[in-house]
């Protein structure tokens, strides 16, 4: 695995995550506990999108689940399985850009072909969220930024603020370097999701698989 694939993934994380929430009314599909806030706000205001808020956190859990058990049940080595989880992920995300596309999502946000289109995608970023926290466990989270800036904040004040043992100035550097990184990554994708969206509407969601394909190759590429 290569060291830039958790960089990558950030980055197809807040891609998808914004283009999501651009064109299905204001639903995310990678950091999906987001939904509950967008939720509130859609019952208060009684705009659309209602059911696929619901539905978003449900989906998600069932995909990490059946992925968990399925990787104990099937027991192959670490590198196949998480080019493998990618791998759907991709299939995922290129059936949920094609539903976004022929559906043209309208203003109804609860009709049914755009509640499945969402939960396509809800699919795909949970692929990617679990196959992080099995396969790239000493990586920072690649979907979830909140707790990566805390700790990016901490760093900092720690590395410029306060004189640290060598040892933990190290660690702290390494480990700024790393979360910097994929943060810098999802900042990128959700700027260009935003950018392509004004730009080309529901077509922006094709780059996404691309660039899942593109992490295949690190998925399985010897540490480098």
């Known amino acids: 695995m290569k060291p830039a694939l958790p960089v990558l993934l950030s980055l197809i994380a807040g891609y998808v995550d914004t283009a999501s929430y651009l064109a299905l009314h204001g639903l995310f599909t990678a950091h999906v506990t987001g939904n509950f806030v967008t939720l509130g706000a859609a019952l208060v205001s009684g705009s659309s999108g209602v059911l696929a808020k619901l539905l978003a956190l449900p989906v998600f859990c069932f995909v990490i689940f059946a992925v968990r058990w399925a990787t104990r049940v099937l027991g192959e080595s670490v590198q196949p399985r998480l080019r493998g989880l990618l791998a759907w992920q991709a299939l995922l995300l290129i059936a949920g850009t094609a539903l976004v596309l022929r559906l043209a999502p309208g203003h109804d946000g ?3 072909a755009e509640v499945v289109a969402g939960m396509v995608l809800v699919a795909a970023m949970a692929l990617q969220n679990a ?4 396969h790239l466990a000493a990586a920072p989270p690649t979907t979830m ?3 990566t800036t805390t700790q990016v904040m901490l760093d900092l004040a720690d590395l410029y603020g306060a004189a640290l043992p060598a040892a933990e100035r190290a660690a702290a ?3 700024l370097a790393h979360m910097g990184a994929n943060l810098a ?6 700027g260009a999701a935003a950018l392509l969206f004004h730009f080309t509407g529901a077509a922006c969601f094709a780059a996404a698989p691309l660039l899942t394909l593109a992490a295949l190759p690190l998925a399985s590429a010897p540490p480098g």
């Not at 196959?131 to 099995?134: C, P, Q």
């Open 173 to 175: 550097s390494g480990r």
């Open 131 to 134: 196959a992080s926290r099995i």
């Open 145 to 147: 930024m909140t707790g």
């Open 110 to 112: 609860d009709a049914a």
């Open 185 to 190: 990554g999802f900042a990128l994708g959700c």
